[in-house]
């Protein structure tokens, strides 16, 4: 009882304002994201059970389990969810070991290293377009790119990216923009390092991998499953990349599931099919979020 | 020669710096290309070995001003992402106010749940919000866009301000209160002050969130309310090559987002993170 008491009296001790108005500033926000989250969610639902296709709306009727029977039976979609989970793999080990390495590399004073880090996390603020554009003609075009450049002056023959390796390609575009994100979270990260631990670790003999091993790393843990979760998030359903690259080709090989949903929909003209994979992409999602939101929620305090 | 353990570690200090300026500039390079690009001819652009030095040139960007309509794009951009960021705080501020200053036994529960609705998949949702903007006529309007990054990004914005507010000690509002300030006053004289500088930074975060933002944009909108966005993603397939338009195009769109992008780096780990790490 008077812990209850204490507590009440806590809460009522910072404002003047009571439980009632408090109430009515969350409502608007509570109101309209529940909205925002149940409407479309449950419309997608309800399509993914019924068929509907733009090309012949006098077709109805409820359609059982077939549109996602259709959905996953696709040629097109074990590879798409093959390449979803490459896709993410590949980026995060790239994304995380360089960010880390140059997290580690900048955390030492020298002079313009607030400059460095500005030209290191620019990337980070490219629009996803225009990142995939620079990549497609000015860097990895097979004639003019400056990586088929670089090849010849080794004496090597140019690749073509984008048909040779279209997955890899993407990875490196989404790499390229995502490797600043890693750093700049751990380098924040580092910035809270005990420093003195450092240096007595440094003066008992432990050499630098020592404690990276030891010190760094395990300083890090939280902030690196933070960035994995993050990250699978946003690269689970990647699209303008593959949109201005590849376009999915060629064939399916750099297809991911967003992109298989957003075909079935404009161009296959099937709402029902499309729903029913849109509902796939949001299960794949939670699982991740799931994840993301305990290890927020532990850090969150109320 | 025997080298000390100081000479050492200058040696590994002065090695790493080095490497760290190779990685910045070659991350850098593609952005400085772009802009390079932009100032040359077109023959220039795709000379081989590629130019570095060259007579630079303003016509692409009269070209691309006059024949494009990219003045109407780029104030498509504007608008969503100001407006939206507009939008969002009005909606979110009272909340986060409230959330901070009264928090009762389900506001942790509330704030997480906010932040899971962040991670459903556009792609999920893309079949019922492109069929009701149909229905409603709402496709190709910027009004559409303003809501729906509004929407996208409440939850970024909801925690980022609930973690400035939490910030302002409670001893100062005790203290208005006892002088008999009402609850108006209090934010409007004491905790708006206050926390002026953390709601400015949430903008500008939320600014280049929505400035970026691909799916929506690209999907929802046509020449009438297209964004600089759709705008660059309509050169993707260009009917031979165009690559100095295209850079001044894309170095117009990116340049102002960039240069918020670099104020807002600290804001960014925080609001990305949802506070997780600061």
Known sequence: ??????????????????????????????????????????????????????????????????????????????????????MVGLVLVITIVLGLALAVLLDRRFRGRNI????????????????????????????????????????????????????????????????????????????SQDHEQKEAATLDGAGFWAQLWHLTLPHLARPIAVVVLIQSIFHLSIFAEIFVTTGGGPGNQSTNLAFLIYRQAFFGFDVGVAAAGGIIAIILANIVAYLLIRVIGKNLTV | MIITDKQKQTLTHNLAVATAWIVALLFFFPIFWMILTSFKTEQQAISIPPLLVFEPTLDNYRVVHERSDIAGYAWNSIITSFGGTVLALLISIPAAYAMAFRPGRYTKGILLWMLSTKMMP???????????????????????????????????????????????????????????????VEITRIVMPLAWGGIASTALLSVVLMWNEAFWSINLTANNAGTLVSLVASFSNPQGLFWAKVSAVSTLACAPIVVFGWMTQKQLVQGLTFGAVK
């Open chain 1, 1 to 86: 009882m008077l812990a209850v008491a204490i507590r009440a009296g806590q809460q009522g001790m910072g404002s003047s304002m009571n439980q009632t108005l408090s109430r009515w500033l969350q409502a608007p926000s509570i109101v309209l994201l529940f909205i925002w989250m149940i409407v479309p969610a449950g419309m997608t639902v309800y399509f993914s059970f019924i068929n509907y296709r733009l090309l012949s709306p006098e077709q109805g009727g409820f359609a059982g389990w077939s549109n996602y029977e259709f959905f996953y039976t696709d040629r097109d979609f074990w590879p798409a969810i093959f390449n979803t989970l490459l």
């Open chain 1, 116 to 191: 460095a880090r500005l030209l290191l996390i620019s990337p980070f603020f490219i629009m996803p377009t225009v990142n995939a554009l620079i990549w497609k003609t000015m860097m990895m075009n097979p004639i003019y790119g400056i990586l088929s450049v670089v090849w010849r002056f080794f004496g090597a023959e140019p690749i073509d990216w984008l048909s040779q390796f279209p997955l890899l390609s993407i990875v490196i575009i989404i790499s390229w923009q995502w490797t600043p994100f890693a750093f700049l979270i751990f380098m924040t990260a580092l910035q």
């Open chain 2, 122 to 184: 556009a792609v999920g949702v893309l079949m019922p919000i492109y069929l009701l903007c149909k229905r409603f006529d709402l496709l190709d309007t910027t009004g559409v866009l303003i809501v729906i990054f509004a929407m996208m990004n409440l939850p970024i914005i909801m925690m980022m301000l609930f973690n400035f507010f939490r910030e302002i000690p409670k001893e100062i509002l005790e203290a208005s209160r006892m002088d008999g300030a009402s609850t108006l």
